[in-house]
Nanobody, 121 residues
Framework: QVQLAESGGGLVQFGGSLRLSCAAS????????MGWYRQAPGKQRELVAT???????NYADSVKGRFTISRDNAKNTVYLQMNSLKPEDTAVYYC???????????????WGRGTQVTVSS
């Protein structure tokens, strides 16, 4: 009933930049949190950045000062601007939202399928 579609991943050199986008669609009543997580090979999925609909942000220490999360509530879209990329940022990046489906109560987790980000040294 709710779909998250990521775009913007790819291959970039050390020090480069990428911008990820994630658009939510479907039977959406409200979206509270939106954010990004990532999972590198052999590692657990970890938080990268989140943004509430009130504008509060939370970043992983490893990306502070380099990544910026933003959101267009009218478009149900969240963005992740990634600058000064490092090889250790290589991972599959997943979009996440806490969404209340139209006609229901309570927000539930929804995930995108992921987009690969590869940073070469």
């Amino acid at each position: 009933q709710v779909q998250l579609a990521e775009s913007g991943g790819g291959l970039v050199q050390f020090g480069g930049s990428l911008r990820l986008s994630c658009a939510a669609s479907g039977s959406i009543s409200t979206i509270s949190d939106m954010g990004w997580y990532r999972q590198a090979p052999g590692k657990q999925r970890e938080l990268v950045a989140t943004l509430t609909n009130g504008g509060s942000t939370n970043y992983a220490d490893s990306v502070k000062g380099r990544f910026t999360i933003s959101r267009d509530n009218a478009k149900n879209t969240v963005y992740l601007q990634m600058n000064s990329l490092k090889p250790e940022d290589t991972a599959v990046y997943y979009c996440h939202s806490t969404t209340t489906v139209r006609g229901t109560l309570g927000g539930y987790d929804h995930w995108g399928r992921g987009t690969q980000v590869t940073v070469s040294s």
